[in-house]
């Protein structure tokens, strides 16, 4: 997925340069008369040559950066067990966890997991399930989610991402939920937006749910949420008063 995705940025990147490239010498040509008139076509060669040089050398990057990767499909070496809230325990490697999360890190530097690997050295992550737990470990190996499973388990994910705190997994959260947010979800992400007190995306949730209001507080999904979100309830009404309010 990661050689897949960073091979797809660089095949696009590669015609666009060429047509910049291009433009620059019909420039030069137009501007300022070149000594040879293949001058321009020499200077498109060498530039197309320097971004096949970086081609190859980002391809051998990506096959030296995905061994981890390949470690955690295979299960070579791991030397940690993840339990999730309803399945059996998932393999991993500490070096990456650590390097991942800090809080991680400090479970790992305690004197239960600094005694020499056994069997028995597991973490339990009880707010998460089998899939859950699987998607988490996608992303901190690969640095990457297909889109199935982010839209499938962002909820989940973000409050992991704030509980172990990692930061760029909670960022591609956040601007995932900011970019689908719509009158079905919007309270879904409120409630999680409130739950972790995030600020931007909880102002950002609010002025929609006002914009929308109709819409969504008339269906059974809201009857719902208000009854179990009370105080939640108060600060729509507030915000859609104040709202109101402004615009007399």
């Known amino acids: 997925m990661l050689q897949v995705m960073l091979l797809r940025q660089l095949q696009l990147s590669v015609p666009l340069l060429a047509k910049h490239h291009q433009v620059v010498g019909t420039y030069r040509t137009n501007s300022t008369a070149p000594t040879s008139k293949n001058k321009p ?62 809080i991680f890190k400090n479970m790992l530097d305690s004197d239960g997991c600094k005694a020499p690997p056994s069997d028995t050295d597991t973490i339990t992550l009880s707010e998460l399930n089998t899939e859950e737990l699987e998607s988490l470990l996608e992303f901190l190996y690969t640095g990457d989610l297909p889109l199935d499973k982010l839209e499938k388990h962002v909820y989940s994910l973000y409050v992991a991402a704030d509980k172990y705190e990692i930061p760029y997994l909670q960022e591609s959260c956040e601007r995932y939920m900011l970019n689908s947010l719509n009158a079905s979800n919007a309270i879904d992400i409120l409630e999680i937006a409130d739950a972790q007190s995030n600020k931007t995306l909880k102002e950002t949730t609010l002025s929609f749910i006002i914009r929308n209001m109709k819409d969504i507080v008339s269906t059974t999904k809201y009857e719902v949420f208000a009854s179990s979100n009370p105080l939640l309830c108060v600060q729509i009404t507030r915000a859609f008063v104040d709202a109101k309010s402004n615009l007399s």
């Open 41 to 102: 076509h020499a200077n498109v060669n060498k530039a197309m040559s320097g971004l096949k040089d970086t081609e190859d050398d980002l391809k051998r990057k990506i096959s030296f950066l995905s061994g981890f990767v390949v470690a955690f499909k295979e299960q070579t070496h791991t030397d940690i067990q993840l339990k999730p809230n309803n399945g059996p325990c998932i393999p991993a490697h500490k070096a990456l966890l650590a390097a991942r999360s800090e």
